[in-house]
Nanobody, 114 residues
Framework: QVQLVESGGGLVQPGGSRRLSCAAS????????MGWYRQAPGKQRELVAQ???????VYADSVKGRFTISRDNAKNTVYLQMNNLKPEDTAVYYC????????WGQGTQVTVSS
């Protein structure tokens, strides 16, 4: 079984920053991609950012220039640095790891509010 341990969520004021971490452990083979998705009330779950094995990254237009995804392959850990947070960033953020199987984290709440 695969376990994804997420951390870094919480309450932050508009304009503030947070960093999310997701560490994968257990019976994991080669990892092709690691990414972050989010789902806000009344909205579909959407891709926020993804990084693949070669280092290429993709971002949702809504977070470009504000969020940065990175990973530490030796630790099987992916990070999401979130800067200049806006109220519309409020959502449950989910880590996803893609290898021979797809694994999802339990989700961590990020709330951006004054």
């Amino acid at each position: 079984q695969v376990q994804l341990v997420e951390s870094g969520g919480g309450l932050v004021q508009p304009g503030g920053s947070r960093r999310l971490s997701c560490a994968a452990s257990g019976s994991i083979g080669a990892i092709y991609a690691m990414g972050w998705y989010r789902q806000a009330p009344g909205k579909q779950r959407e891709l926020v950012a993804q990084i693949i094995s070669g280092g290429d990254t993709v971002y949702a237009d809504s977070v470009k220039g504000r969020f940065t995804i990175s990973r530490d392959n030796a630790k099987n850990t992916v990070y999401l640095q979130m800067n200049n947070l806006k109220p519309e960033d409020t959502a449950v953020y989910y880590c996803r790891v893609t290898g021979s199987r797809i694994s999802w984290g339990q989700g961590t709440q990020v709330t951006v509010s004054s």
